[in-house]
Antibody, heavy 116, light 111 residues
């Protein structure tokens, strides 16, 4: 049974960098493509980026300049960095498997609050 | 990259059928068949219920079906049940630049 666990600081100060790690267990991270999706409290879903096993990365154009995603196969980690955060970046961040043109397996998500 | 347009809320009675629309443009929904739908119960994680416009993942009830016409995709739920009360989101691939976009979400109430 695959399990995705997001981890990282729950509170980030404005203008600083949000950094999250998704640990993948029960599956090979190198065999699939992986996506970050976020959801501000009480609001809808927002696509952030997908890292493909080919090495390619797709981004939300509105976030691309601030986003870095990477895969670490040795640790089964999928990571997200979002720079220069503001209160608008407060959200639940989900690590998601992308397969067959659908986001088919979601982590439980982690709430990150941007506040001083 | 604008969110796809969905009705903010819909309601239906048990046993009825309901159709949720998802309107995009020629650059996303209208450009291909890479549209998916997600169900999210309060406080829960989203669940994939439709991919590639009208395909159901294994284990998803056949009461859920999808379709597309032009720039608008639709999710139909037949035989509404109380457990169908949830938020529903559509998503579409965007070809250039390659990306995905979600709809704003539809809150479905089963009366």
């Amino acid at each position: 049974q695959m399990h995705l666990q997001e981890s990282g600081p729950r509170l980030v100060k404005p203008s600083e960098t949000l950094a999250l790690t998704c640990t993948v267990s029960g599956a090979s991270i190198s065999s699939d493509d992986w996506t970050w999706v976020r959801q501000p409290p009480g609001k809808g879903l927002e696509y952030i980026a997908t890292a493909f096993m080919t090495g390619a990365i797709d981004y939300n154009p509105s976030l691309k300049s601030r986003v870095t995603v990477s895969l670490d196969e040795s640790k089964s980690h999928f990571s997200l960095q979002l720079t220069s955060v503001t209160a608008a970046d407060t959200a639940v961040y989900y690590c998601v498997r992308y397969r067959q043109r659908g986001f088919d397996y979601w982590g439980q998500g982690t709430l990150v609050t941007v506040s001083s | 990259q604008s969110a796809l347009t969905q009705p903010a809320s819909m309601s239906g009675s048990p046993g009825q059928s309901i159709t949720i629309s998802c309107t995009g443009t020629y650059s996303d929904v209208g450009a291909h068949n890479y549209v998916s739908w997600y169900q999210q119960h309060p406080g829960k994680v989203p669940k994939l219920i439709i991919f590639d416009v009208n395909n159901r993942p294994s284990g998803v009830s056949n009461r859920f079906s999808g379709s597309k016409s032009g720039n608008t995709a639709s999710l139909t739920i037949s035989g509404l049940q109380a457990e169908d009360e949830a938020d529903y989101y559509c998503a579409s691939y965007i070809i250039r630049p390659p990306s995905w976009v979600f709809g704003g979400g539809t809150k479905l109430t089963v009366l």
